[in-house]
């Protein structure tokens, strides 16, 4: 699950604050009472993989809101026309956390969904999908916690987490196993990560024995080969030309994780909506 920790809290008095821009809602001002009573129901839309229920609840709760029923479960899968929350309490408050609410579940949700996808194709296999930092600024903690929503794992969640040495540092360092050396000697209890991008990279490598090895934008048939060539020695990530449609032949190769951006960069937004009842 998530906490919502200082950081989640303000984004969302960020969103709030940005939806008001310092005035009213002017449309539910106008046209409803400051003590009418609704129902709010977030239906799904189409079937997906619900992440954000603990977002949407504390978005409520700061506007008022308390009287809330959670029907489901997040990490769970449900079809179209599922009620995933149901909030009772001002109409006003209501419609006035409803593009707020909204923006986390359909984005989050997104996430969990497209991530589930990818750990079903390689569900007959032990390899692991996980994501990047190619995430929403601001917005990496929630990302991340809808990657495992879906099933996915994470990789580092700040550049101070381990090392990831890619192909820019081993140009600066003069070579991928002088890097690999400077980072061993300035940062000895670090986890270290190189990206090399041909079998002879990896060759070189494996003689400081990295903790993970990324095979970058190499084929099923590379990967299989590097895999038979480091022999258990180091655990290998495959990186770049991954898809849905070759995600299982990349895992079948026996490589440990497959590294997909696209999970969090390229996530479909999942539709949910809100149906507003007034109370009899």
Same mark, same amino acid.
């Given at each position: ?14 969103a709030i604050?940005e ?6 809602d002017?449309t ?5 009472? !400051? ?13 997906? !993989? ?12 700061k ?32 419609? =006035?956390?409803?593009r ?13 969904t ?10 007959s296999?032990?390899?692991? !999908?996980?994501?990047?930092? &190619? ?11 809808? !990657? ?10 700040? =550049?101070?987490?381990?090392a990831?040495?890619k ?18 000697? &300035?940062?000895p ?13 990896l ?7 990295p ?13 299989r ?6 022999a ?6 495959a990186?770049?030309?991954l898809s849905?449609?070759?995600? &299982?032949?990349y ?17 479909k ?12």
């Amino acid at each position: 699950m998530i906490t919502i920790d200082s950081h989640i809290d303000a984004l969302i008095e960020m969103a709030i604050a940005e939806d008001l821009a310092g005035g009213v809602d002017i449309t539910s001002v106008a046209t409803i009472g !400051v003590d009418q009573i609704g129902i709010a129901e977030y239906r799904l839309r189409e079937s997906g !993989v619900i992440a954000g229920i603990p977002i949407a609840v504390a978005v409520l709760h700061k506007l008022g809101i308390t009287d809330i029923d959670i029907p489901v479960t997040c990490a769970h899968e449900n079809s179209a026309g599922t009620v995933v929350l149901v909030a009772r309490g001002s109409v006003r408050s209501l419609l =006035l956390a409803e593009r707020t609410t909204l923006n986390f579940l359909t984005h989050l949700s997104g996430i969990a969904t497209l991530a589930r996808r990818w750990v079903d194709e390689v569900a007959s296999t032990q390899c692991q !999908v996980r994501d990047t930092r &190619k995430t929403t600024p601001g917005w990496r903690v929630l990302e991340k916690y809808a !990657v495992r929503m879906g099933g996915g794992v994470n990789h580092r969640m700040s =550049l101070s987490d381990s090392a990831l040495i890619k192909d820019n540092h081993i140009v600066a360092a003069g070579g991928v196993l002088k890097a690999f050396e400077m980072v061993r000697t &300035k940062f000895p209890d670090a986890e270290v990560e190189v990206e090399v991008d041909t079998l002879d990279q990896l060759n070189e490598v494996l003689a400081g024995n990295p903790d993970l090895i990324m095979l970058d934008n190499m084929s099923v048939e590379q990967c299989r080969e590097a895999v038979a060539i480091v022999a258990g020695r180091s655990r290998l990530e495959a990186s770049g030309g991954l898809s849905l449609v070759n995600a &299982k032949a990349y895992a079948q190769t026996g490589v440990d994780f497959l590294a997909v951006g696209a999970l969090t960069h390229s996530a479909k937004a999942l539709d949910i909506g809100l149906d507003l009842r007034m109370e009899s």
